[in-house]
């Protein structure tokens, strides 16, 4: 999902089309996702 949203530009609707799945689904697994890579970059929290 971080793929199809943040790379390729998908939009949420897409998305989740595209991973037959919810747009709430999406946006939370987007959140999770973009909260782990900044953890492993050792920027949690920060901002």
């Not at 919810?22 to 999770?32: E, I, M, Q």
């Amino acid at each position: 999902m971080l793929t199809l949203v943040a790379i390729l530009g998908e939009s949420y609707e897409a998305t989740a089309e595209i991973c037959g799945c919810a747009v709430g689904t999406v946006k939370s697994r987007l959140n999770r996702a973009r909260h782990q890579i900044l953890q492993e970059l050792g920027e949690e929290g920060e901002g």
